[in-house]
């Protein structure tokens, strides 16, 4: 696939040099416009507005869309005001104020100037909604009835004013107020007799989502319900707009990104990575560092002031790193689950000690599994010839029992911290990202040096 995207890119730059539009509109004209959008983007120089302007103005607009910000920008600026508003026009209001959302001022402030009356009042209240929220996503283009309508007036009404909504398969039946009273389809309706009425045919009970719901939520809903859009509605349940499904996979991989990246400790990019610059990777990742490094200090504060224990059995620091290992593996593997859990909604915070007596059950399991696998293989290879030499001491078995032991309750501590520390973060209004490994891994370690060394104390003579 990249070969043939290479392949295509230098055609269409040859092409250009050779000044063939009408071969060019033709090639361009066959594709959709996300490859369009790529091959724009793999190109970056200044015959980009020329290459723009061979685009039909429907594909231009469906293509300027799928293309990232950099690109908008650099076209944008290529553009007269009279192409600049051919393009804007083209745009439905949601992906319009996705632009202008991520434009700098200047590149702003000529978009609305751009735009009619219509559209820059629309725009203006959808930039009125919080970030994240359903009301920032979501679109006022939506195909809207009236109950004592007959099929045959509703069908001539989607098409009178079908042109310009983002989708018209799902229609929205709202009252004389604009409350939102059910909901039909252009199926329903083309099936059903002329005269049939819409208030017969709709069904009245309508899944919608508030404007300042969640986004994340509202990219729930549709996969829960298998929606193709979603109704958002005021205070007093007026239609207002639809979310529809291709934003809500947009939502859903920003979102799912945005975990990953908090997880793996690195602060959120809205940018893609081989368009970031190495000083904004670097001030993406290294707060997180110093904030892990400074809170590894408590390991090392730890195993400092226990080292009178170390230096009478020395062998019990050859097997510090497989007890942190293993309790911010176990810590991390509760984490994961329970984040995972929380995002599809299917626990709450009230939830926490079903949760937990779940978690310690299933960490008795893991830890008495571990530890049995780990004495025996303590005492049958590690260990097998400890204390055969002077200065080595301590029994081998208590040794592996120490070990096995700690192993033990390392497991049940690390899988109760990495189940309860994300509900509780959600709880304050935190991401439960945030506590994914490696602040996971970094609590589990302090703690599991502390069960070390306590088990040592109790179980061996010699300390």
Known sequence: MVQVNVTLTETIKKLLEEKKFSTLRDILTTMMPYDIAAVFEEMQDEKMPILFRLLPKELAAETFVEMDEETQEFLIHGFSDSELKEVVDELFVDDAVDLIEEMPANVVKRILRSADKDMRKQINELLKYPEDSAGSIMTTEFISLRPDMTAEMAIKRIRRTGVDKETIYTCYVNDENNKLIGITTVKDLLLANDDDVVRDLMEENVISVHTLDDQEKVAQMFSNYDFLALPVVDNEHRTVGIVT???????????????????????????????????????????????????????????????????????????????????????????????????????????????????????????????????????????????????????????????????????????????????????????????????????????????????????????
């Open 245 to 463: 499904i291709d934003d809500a996979i947009d939502v859903i991989q920003e979102e799912a990104t945005e975990d990953i990246e908090k997880m793996a400790a690195v602060l959120p990019s809205d940018k893609p990575y081989m368009k970031t610059g190495v000083l904004g990777i670097y001030r993406k990742r290294v707060p997180w560092l110093l904030i892990l490094m400074l809170s590894a200090t408590f390991t090392s504060m730890i195993i400092s002031s226990f080292e009178g224990v170390l230096a009478q059995i020395i062998v019990l620091s050859s097997f510090i790193p497989m007890i942190t290992g293993s309790g911010g593996n176990a810590g991390s593997q509760a984490s994961v689950s329970v984040i995972r859990a929380l995002s599809l909604g299917e626990i709450e915070f009230k939830s926490i000690f079903k949760v937990l007596w779940k978690e310690l059950r299933v960490s008795i399991l893991c830890g008495l599994t571990l530890g049995a696998a780990n004495f025996l293989k303590l005492l049958f290879f590690d260990l097998r010839n400890y204390g055969a030499k002077p200065g080595e001491a301590g029994s081998p078995i208590l040794i592996a029992l120490v070990v096995s032991l700690t192993l033990v309750g390392t497991i049940i501590m690390a899988k109760i911290v990495g189940s309860s520390l994300p509900m509780l973060a959600k709880k304050v209004g935190f991401d439960p990202a945030v506590m994914a490994n490696p602040l996971i891994t970094t609590v589990c370690d302090s703690l599991s040096l502390l069960i070390y060394f306590a088990v040592a104390t109790s179980v061996l003579p010699e300390i």
